[in-house]
């Protein structure tokens, strides 16, 4: 696998002061956001976050992302640890895919209907540049910060040992509770 990666440069941040390093996998770019002390940490706290432009940056209601990611980088910039921003939006079907799930959800089908109705699975992510990204920075244990079995799996199965799971745990609202209970009932997320 070909993949390009940055030095590593500062970024202080609302949250904290991070170190970062950005990695490039084809046409996508992903980037590592760790703690001050990550590289004293044993078995770090690690966080593999999906990116989401419509909740991470316009603040959306209809789904638990925002909250997920900054739950995470606070608890990372207090405990220490990693934030793997994992760019494939919408499930990796994309900005314009997923605006168009968007609206067969407001005709009342959950997320994975909507996905599957537009010609995609119910997740079509691609974990490969998190294995890269793991042997980069040297990670053999970790304490993994998730809800999605997917993730626990395809983690363990780069024999990387977890030592705990962290449930990323946010408040619901009326826009986003269906969305939640799809993930738990169809998706068997773990809160």
């Known amino acids: 696998m070909n993949i390009e990666k940055s030095n590593i440069a500062n970024l202080p941040t609302k949250y904290g002061k991070f170190k970062i390093r950005a990695y490039k996998q084809n046409n996508q770019e992903h ?8 590289e004293n940490l044993e078995s770090p706290y690690v966080r593999i976050h999906s990116e989401c432009l419509t909740g991470d940056t316009l603040g959306s209601l209809k789904c638990d992302c925002q909250n997920q990611l900054d739950l995470s980088l606070k608890f990372i910039s207090k405990e220490g640890g990693l934030v793997i ?21 407001d005709q009342g089908r959950n997320t994975i209907e909507a996905n599957l109705e537009l010609g995609f699975g119910e997740d ?21 910060i998730t809800n999605n079995p997917k993730k626990l ?22 826009h986003n ?15």
Do not use: C, W
């Not at 799971?165 to 619901?172: D, E, G």
């Not at 509770?177 to 809160?191: D, L, S």
């Open 153 to 174: 799996s395809y983690v363990e199965s780069l024999g990387i040992e977890i030592v705990e799971r962290i449930p990323a745990i946010t408040k619901t609202n009326v």
């Open 31 to 38: 980037l590592a956001i760790m703690s001050e002390n990550f």
């Open 85 to 105: 921003y994992h760019r494939q939006e919408g499930r990796n079907i994309g900005l314009l895919n997923k605006v168009n799930a968007y609206a067969l959800q």
């Open 124 to 144: 079509d992510r691609d974990y490969s540049v998190v294995d890269e990204i793991f042997k980069d920075l040297n990670l053999k244990k970790i304490k993994l």
């Open 177 to 191: 509770e269906h969305y939640v209970n799809t993930k738990k009932e169809k998706m068997g997320h773990m809160f």
